[in-house]
């Protein structure tokens, strides 16, 4: 991932080669090292608790090494470049540059790049090339807070979700060109919205080029990455039914037209940014054509709707982060179970059904939970924003978007955001993009061992 960038080092003349090469030999070398001399591990079973342990240390490194390349081309503080690299990698897209628009171009790509990695998962990645089928990487697969498969063989599913991934980023690539946007632009645009990151290279975001043809591709881009993988390898052979009677993409489509109808008629926003910025919200894109400056003078209820649309999410088996829409249908589903049980006669079992099939108690009971642990960790930053001294109303804004991987924000996360504030920042990414219960293992099994 270090490496691919120094191609456009090279078109462009920037001559960073260190930058990246540096943080990449530590990597391969710290690996070539567990490789040998762990060796003797390789044998032992593997169960899900390691593949979550080794999930999220994966992602830590990732956000570290990525860190390193930010910190030595740019020079910023240690702490704001891991901090970019774990916006970057989570498809969080929130960043600690000033000014994005004077970085060398290899930086502007790598960003983009560590996006387009994150959106289908660091994890997900490296099994998909590297590692052998079998029950690690089925293991690690579930680690990612994934357990949709495309074909039995998790190593198939990743590699038929890589293809159809790779599809849609040249395509959006193509689009972008026709709109007329430049080739540097459209690919770093395209790695930034399809994964659902929304880091633009631009200091406006997409609110830079002021075109409503781009504004729609982004759209649609956003869409397709909030959209089941599972769905999408299914349009060819249903022709196009899969998406159609797809439940998690007819509520989707069906919430950005009612939520964007219903804004339009409450506030004097512009159509076409309004719909953007719902898009982006409840896609968890963060990408945005209004700044934080602008969206931060919108009318209390078209935030807090905003806010709503972050929390939910997208589809279970695509990119985007926060709590999910199947996790909030199950959630639903239960509690209306419940209500239908107490007016029924005693005894009733009431059955809860998606998809024509049956939920198990488990599911429902874990929805349940994962909601209730997502909105305390919220609850917890939230909080300790406000002891920092930010507008209570901002700082619920702030920790709804870091927990969701989401991006959105009204001017709080800067360079100037106090160290504690920055540090918590980024283990409500790391937590958010890792679905909270890999890192709460990982933090107990770390205890244990120093206890």
């Not at 830590?60 to 240690?78: D, E, Q, R």
């Not at 089925?138 to 495309?150: F, G, M, T």
């Not at 982006?280 to 807090?304: C, D, L, R």
């Not at 107990?444 to 206890?451: G, L, Y």
């Amino acid at each position: 991932m270090c490496l691919i960038p120094l191609i456009f080092d090279l078109i462009y003349f920037e001559f960073d080669v260190v930058s990246f090469v540096i943080p990449a030999a530590i990597s391969i070398l710290i690996g070539v090292f567990f490789r040998v001399y762990l060796k003797d591990y390789e044998s032992k079973k593997i169960r899900l608790k390691h593949g979550m342990i080794l999930s999220s240390f994966a992602w830590l490194w990732a956000s570290l090494i990525g860190g390193l390349v930010f910190m030595l081309s740019t020079s910023i503080p240690p702490i704001d470049s891991v901090f970019e690299s774990m916006s970057a990698l989570t498809g969080t897209g929130m960043t600690m540059f000033v000014d994005v628009e004077i970085l060398p171009h290899s930086i502007l790509f790598f960003r983009a790049l560590e996006q387009w990695i994150g959106g289908l998962g660091v994890v997900v990645m490296v099994i998909s090339v590297l590692a052998k089928p079998g029950s690690v990487s089925s293991k690690l697969y579930q680690s990612e807070a994934r357990d949709e498969r495309i074909k039995p063989s998790v190593k198939t599913t990743l590699e038929k979700t890589l293809i159809i991934y790779t599809i849609y980023t040249v395509s959006g690539i193509i689009l972008y060109l026709i709109a007329g946007m430049p080739i540097f632009d459209s690919i770093c645009n395209t790695f930034s919205i399809v994964s659902t990151g929304g880091m633009s290279i631009k200091n406006a975001n997409m609110g830079y080029y002021h075109n409503d043809l781009i504004y729609f591709i982004s759209i649609v881009l956003m869409i397709l990455g909030a959209t089941s993988f599972l769905v999408h390898y299914k349009i060819i052979k249903t022709r196009g039914k899969s998406l159609i009677e797809d439940l998690q993409f007819k509520i989707i489509i069906s919430v950005i037209a009612l939520v964007t109808l219903m804004l339009y008629f409450v506030s004097n926003i512009v159509p076409i940014d309004l719909l953007f910025t719902v898009v982006s919200a409840i896609t968890t894109t963060g990408a945005s054509v209004a700044s934080p400056t602008v969206m931060g003078g919108w009318h209390p209820f078209v935030i807090v709707c905003i806010m709503c649309l972050m929390l939910t999410g997208g589809s279970n088996g695509s990119t985007v982060g926060a709590i999910k829409l199947v996790r909030m249908i199950t959630f639903f589903k239960g509690i209306y179970r419940h209500v239908r049980e107490i007016l029924s006669p005693e005894g009733r079992v009431v059955p809860v059904k998606l998809h024509g099939r049956r939920i198990p108690e488990k599911a429902i009971s874990q929805s349940g939970n994962f909601i209730t642990l997502y909105m305390m960790f919220i609850m917890f930053t939230w909080a300790l924003f406000c002891l920092y001294g930010h507008d209570p109303f901002t700082s619920l804004f702030t920790a709804m978007s870091l927990q969701g991987n989401n991006g959105l924000e009204l001017g709080i996360i800067n360079y100037t955001l106090d160290p504690v504030l920055k540090i918590v920042s980024m283990f409500d990414m790391w937590t958010g993009r890792l679905e909270i219960y890999p890192v709460l293992i990982t933090l107990r099994a770390f205890f244990e061992i120093f206890k």
